[in-house]
């Protein structure tokens, strides 16, 4: 039986957020000043919008009104989407950061920052780009060689049309 407050919401929480089409992906309680805040984070492959989050939202308050899995103080739910950086830590993060732009921390020590070109179930094809007017090169990074990967912000990020247009080019 679980035994942390974290787990017994999720037990609680997790197969409410999959009826609702969502992985959940993080929960954590947190005391600010007096009060206490869960925050409850929730993706899916094709994301989640403003009307999904707050569907979920109203799902969950009503789920933990109906319990005692918050106790009998306040809290504020706030329910959200990793950020722009997120950590990939599921495979199924890998698959829904393909086409984006990670930075890796190797087994090895080292470090690389290449874009996921394609996901299977032993590791990652990834597209190391060029340095000082040299081509893009592939690569292929295994799981197990991976110690941490975090997706990087990019403001000039390439869509998948302007990616497909280059393949064909």
Known sequence: MSTTQSERL??????????QGLDLEEIAVDSVGRRRVLR?????????????IAEVSRALSAKLDESDAMGEGEYTLEVGTPGAERLLTEHRHYV???GRLVKFQLADGGELVARILDVDDDGLDLEVPGVKGRKATTRRLGFPDVTRAR????????????MKEEEEA
């Open 10 to 19: 999720r037990e609680l929480l997790e197969p409410l957020v999959a009826s």
């Open 96 to 98: 829904r950061a393909t």
């Open 40 to 52: 409850v984070v929730v993706d899916s492959d094709t994301g989640a919008d403003l009307d999904r």
């Open 151 to 162: 997706v990087q912000v990019e403001f000039n990020r390439k869509d998948k049309k302007d």
